[in-house]
């Protein structure tokens, strides 16, 4: 019993401790960044040189950090049993579906709640974040938010810090509690209320193979359905039958396809573990 509790206090612990890292790593490379330009941080310029920056050192840190772990048994997080819950065919194709079937339902339910109360301090507040970012996106800065980004965050939340909760609590416990870090992690209630969900069906896909690659590439697919894939198919949707239609629309077919893919036949080649 003691050592039970002494593994979810060390466990808890360290997720605090690598939260509170990020956000000073953060804020001292945005205080660098500012003392050594002299201009806005938020200048194109100045933005792709602090991502890259904090790219580079987030993934350096935890590929250490897990290595040491995994090579000097540092932490021993509690491994995933195999069963109905976690018993999943993984595939490229159907990470592809899962990715813009998640973003279609976010899409779709979000811009309906916004319809409704877009006149709300919450989303005023949301909106005021996406125009800032919409404002300071480039190319380079695209390029890292559909690719280099997803790669940070989950080596970190699905991977040091689902390792850190594993730790003191079960693997459907540490899916959640790295979902709701991962919703805190963007700052803001709207982000958060979708960030969670999402963050649960990454982990989820992670402890299925208990590959780091899975929950990297739905990441990405999620971005670029979110750039790309769902804003062509509402434009299309909207120019024939309004937003209201459209939204509906891939709320709706984010639904299906979903459902569609946890009716997916389930693992049945056995447990294999992989980075």
């Known amino acids: 019993m003691k050592n039970t509790v002494y593994r979810k206090i060390l466990s808890i612990t360290m997720l605090i401790g690598g939260l509170l890292g990020v956000i000073i790593l953060q804020t001292f490379l945005l205080s660098l960044m500012a003392f050594i330009t002299k201009q ?10 602090y991502c890259m920056a904090y790219s580079v050192i987030c ?11 995994q090579r000097f048994l540092l932490i021993q997080p509690v491994p995933c049993k195999k069963g109905a819950i976690f018993d999943r065919k993984i595939t490229i194709p159907g990470l592809i579906v899962l990715g813009i079937s998640l973003q279609a339902l976010c899409t779709g339910l979000l811009n309906i709640a ?3 109360a877009h006149d709300t301090e919450v989303f005023r507040n949301y909106n005021e974040i996406i125009k800032s970012i ?3 996106m ?6 890292y938010t559909l ?3 997803p790669i940070v965050e989950e080596l970190m939340f699905r991977g040091l810090f689902m390792d850190f909760s594993r730790y003191g609590f079960s ?11 991962f919703g805190v992690f963007h ?89």
């Not at 690659?213 to 039958?241: C, R």
């Not at 509906?248 to 693992?267: C, P, Q, S, T």
């Open 138 to 143: 480039t190319k380079s800065i695209l390029i």
């Open 171 to 181: 693997v459907t416990a540490s899916i959640i509690i790295t979902a709701v870090c």
């Open 59 to 69: 993934i350096a840190v935890v590929l250490v950090l897990r290595y040491l772990m």
């Open 134 to 136: 919409d404002g300071s």
């Open 147 to 149: 690719f280099l980004a």
């Open 40 to 49: 806005d941080i938020k200048s194109a310029a100045n933005m792709i040189v």
């Open 114 to 116: 916004y319809i409704f």
């Open 187 to 275: 700052g803001n209630i709207i982000q958060c209320c979708y960030a969670v969900p999402l963050g649960i069906m990454l982990g989820y896909v992670r402890m299925c193979r208990d590959r780091m690659s899975d929950p990297i590439i739905l990441h990405i697919v999620i971005n670029i359905s979110g750039a790309v894939v769902v804003p062509v198919l509402v434009g299309a949707i909207s120019q024939a039958a309004g937003k209201m239609v459209s939204y509906g629309f891939i709320a709706i077919l984010g639904m299906i396809l979903l459902a569609m893919w946890f009716l997916k036949g389930k693992e049945s080649d056995g447990y294999k573990a992989d980075f």
